[in-house]
Structure formats: structure tokens, C-alpha cells
């Protein structure tokens, strides 16, 4: 009996000591795309009056949360809505291809699609000290003009993050879009959620990866999931 105790005993403290990944999504402070829903370029590197607002609340909306990785879409919204939290913190975030947006287009059709690689990325001068690229491949876009290829650079990123990341004890920060953040968080949960997943402009997503690999969603836009 007393072997029956201690292998109990033993597996207990083995779960306790189990690793925990905590994964968190921000979306993008809204721009005035999103307010006209007009997506120019100029619109899209351009924060709305309350977008300027909630930029300037992510730090505090972050306090108290310490990050392994940030990791941020190329796109200059992402970039700019983190910003404040990387001079605050006196860190850099890594620059992924791979959760830039995509998906919009849910009618044009590919038979044989392939991701590939498109235009280089360039760091803004006075954003270089804040922003680095994971490794050499991440410096190019992909083309994802396509719902196909969209799809295809999500499954690419889903798999960095479960490649890099399970089964360690870090907390990581994607800083990315509406279309891809919605598509990654899915993907990651082995179960769907109650409801579909809109991740709402600078509102912040959590989910937690238990022992046996599996995601759970613990809060989504900043609430609380039951």
C-alpha cells in the first residue's frame, strides 16, 4: 500500500512540476482602415483618435505580465501599437512573416497553391534598437493574395509556435491582425470555442497550454472565458 502512495504522491508533484506555456494575442490598435474601412496604405498606417487612446493603454493593460518572446507582424499597425510597451521595457520584439494579415479574400480560388516568398522587409530606422527579424528567411513577406496561400502561411505559423515554444515554461506575445490572429488562436485550440473567435483592436487574448499539449482559451478580448 504504501508503494501505491508514494507512486501517487510522486505523479502529483511530477504534474505540478510540469511546464506551462502562456500565449497571449493583442491585436493591432485600430487605424483609420478600420474606421472607414478604406484600406489604403496611408488609412492603414494612420490610428484613429481612439485607437491613439488604446495605444497608449497597452502598457499599463500589459503591467505586470513579463514575456519571454514578443513576437510582431511587419505591418507598421502592429508594430506602432507595441512600441510604447518595448521603450517601456527596454526589449526587442521579433519581427514574423508568418502572422501578417491575410484571409480577407474568401472567394478567389487556387488549385495548386505554394507558399512563396515576396518583398523584403524593412525595419524603420528609428524603430531598429526595438525590432529584429527571427533568423534570415523572416526578412521577405509571403504572397498570400490568395485564401489558399493565407491559409498555408497560417499553418506555417501555428507550427513555429508549437515547434518553439510547447512544452517550455515561456510567455510569449503575438502583436498581429483580425483575419490571421483569429485563424493562429483556432488553430491552437484542440477544441473549438463557444463562439467564433474576432479578436478586437488592442484587446488581449490568453491562452494556456496544459501538460498534455492541449490549449485552453482562459480570456478573449480582455474577458474572462468560463
Known amino acids: 500500500m504504501r508503494w501505491l502512495v508514494v507512486a501517487v ?4 508533484w511530477s504534474g505540478a512540476q510540469a511546464e ?28 484613429s483618435r ?4 488604446q495605444v497608449e493603454a497597452v502598457p499599463e493593460k500589459l503591467a505586470g505580465i513579463e514575456f519571454d518572446v514578443v513576437i510582431v507582424s511587419p505591418a507598421w499597425r502592429t508594430q ?3 512600441l510604447p510597451v518595448l521603450q517601456e521595457r527596454g526589449i526587442q520584439a521579433e519581427i514574423w512573416p508568418e502572422i501578417y494579415e491575410c ?10 497553391p505554394a507558399l512563396v516568398q515576396g518583398e523584403r522587409i524593412v525595419i524603420e530606422e528609428d524603430l ?8 534570415d528567411e523572416s526578412v521577405y513577406m509571403y504572397d498570400v493574395d490568395t485564401p489558399a496561400r493565407g491559409e498555408l502561411m ?7 509556435v508549437r515547434t518553439r515554444f510547447s512544452g517550455t515554461d515561456k510567455t510569449i506575445l503575438l502583436v498581429s491582425h483580425y483575419h490571421t490572429g483569429a485563424r493562429i488562436l483556432t488553430a491552437l485550440l484542440d477544441e473549438p470555442p463557444d463562439r ?3 479578436p478586437a483592436n488592442a484587446r488581449l487574448t490568453h491562452l494556456q497550454q496544459d501538460p498534455d499539449g492541449r490549449f485552453r482559451l482562459l480570456r478573449l478580448n480582455d474577458q474572462t472565458v468560463e
Open 9 to 12: 504522491l510522486l505523479l502529483v
Open 20 to 47: 506551462t506555456l502562456d500565449l497571449y494575442f493583442l491585436r493591432h490598435a485600430q487605424t483609420m482602415a478600420n474606421v472607414t474601412r478604406t484600406y489604403t496604405e496611408e488609412n492603414q498606417q494612420t490610428f
Open 50 to 53: 481612439w485607437g491613439r487612446d
Open 80 to 82: 506602432h501599437t507595441i
Open 103 to 112: 484571409c480577407w479574400d474568401r472567394e478567389t480560388e487556387e488549385d495548386e
Open 128 to 135: 531598429q534598437d526595438h525590432f529584429q527579424f527571427r533568423d
Open 154 to 160: 497560417v499553418e506555417r505559423a501555428v507550427d513555429l
Open 196 to 198: 467564433p473567435i474576432r
